[in-house]
Antibody, heavy 123, light 108 residues
Framework: QLQLQESGPGLVKPSETLSLTCTVS??????????WGWIRQPPGKGLEWIGS???????YYNPSLKSRVTISEDTSKNQFSLKLTSVTAADTAVYYC???????????????WGQGTLVTVSS | EIVLTQSPGTLSLSPGERVTLSCRAS???????LAWYQQKPGQAPRLLIY???SRATGIPDRFSGSGSGTDFTLTISRLEPEDFAVYYC?????????FGGGTKVEIK
C-alpha cells in the first residue's frame, strides 16, 4: 500500500525559504505514469495546487507561485521535495504531498495523500 | 486558468437524504477531466471520483459523479453519518490544475 509522509520545519520566518520533503513508501517514485504533487490548505480555507513533478523529472507549477517554487526528486531516497522562497504570512498552511496519476503525460487526480504538515510563517 | 465554482457553500441535511453537489467551470473542462474529493476535519482529502464519473477504489456506490463541459455533479444517494464532510472538485483538463472552493455537508 502506497504511503506518503511530509516532513520539515513547522515554523519559518518571513522572507525565508520553506523546505519540505515527502517520503514515499510502498512504491517507487520512479514508476511509470506517476506524477508527485504538492497541495496546500490555509487554515479554514480551500485547497491550492502548488506543483507537480513527473517520474521523468519534468515539472508543472501553479502560475501564481511559479516564480517562488521548485519541486525536485531524489530517487535514491524515494523522496520528492518542495522549496518555496520569500515566504510571507499568506503562505501559512497545511502542506500535503500526494501521488498523481498521469493523464496523457499531464498531472491529473491526487491519490493517495499524505497526512499533511502545518507550516506557520512567523517571526 | 479554469475557475471552479461549487454550490451551495453549505448544505444542512439529515442522514438518509439524497444530496446533489454542483461544480461549475469558467470554461469547458476537456474530456470531463474532473475529480471529486471528500475531506473530514483534521484529515487529508480522499479521492472519490475521477474522469467525472469513475469511482475510486473502495468508494461505496452511493457516491456517483456526472457531467461534462462546464457543469458537473456529485450525488450521494443516501447520506450515511460518515458522509458529513467538505467536498471539493478539481479539474485536470489543463496543465494548470485548480480546485473548487468546497461544499460543506453538515448534519441538520
Amino acid at each position: 500500500q502506497l504511503q506518503l509522509q511530509e516532513s520539515g520545519p513547522g515554523l519559518v520566518k518571513p522572507s525565508e525559504t520553506l523546505s519540505l520533503t515527502c517520503t514515499v513508501s510502498g512504491g517507487s517514485i520512479s514508476s511509470n505514469n506517476n506524477f508527485w504533487g504538492w497541495i496546500r490548505q490555509p487554515p479554514g480555507k480551500g485547497l491550492e495546487w502548488i506543483g507537480s513533478i513527473y517520474y521523468s523529472g519534468s515539472t508543472y507549477y501553479n502560475p501564481s507561485l511559479k516564480s517562488r517554487v521548485t519541486i525536485s526528486e531524489d530517487t535514491s531516497k524515494n523522496q520528492f521535495s518542495l522549496k518555496l522562497t520569500s515566504v510571507t504570512a499568506a503562505d501559512t498552511a497545511v502542506y500535503y504531498c500526494a501521488r498523481q496519476r498521469s493523464n496523457w503525460n499531464y498531472p491529473a487526480w491526487f491519490d493517495p495523500w499524505g497526512q499533511g504538515t502545518l507550516v506557520t510563517v512567523s517571526s | 486558468e479554469i475557475v471552479l465554482t461549487q454550490s451551495p457553500g453549505t448544505l444542512s441535511l439529515s442522514p438518509g437524504e439524497r444530496v446533489t453537489l454542483s461544480c461549475r467551470a469558467s470554461q469547458s473542462v476537456s474530456s470531463s477531466y474532473l475529480a471529486w474529493y471528500q475531506q473530514k476535519p483534521g484529515q487529508a482529502p480522499r479521492l472519490l471520483i475521477y474522469h467525472a464519473s469513475s469511482r475510486a477504489t473502495g468508494i461505496p456506490d452511493r457516491f456517483s459523479g456526472s457531467g461534462s463541459g462546464t457543469d458537473f455533479t456529485l450525488t450521494i444517494s443516501r447520506l450515511e453519518p460518515e458522509d458529513f464532510a467538505v467536498y471539493y472538485c478539481q479539474q485536470y483538463g489543463s496543465s494548470s490544475l485548480t480546485f473548487g472552493g468546497g461544499t460543506k455537508v453538515e448534519i441538520k
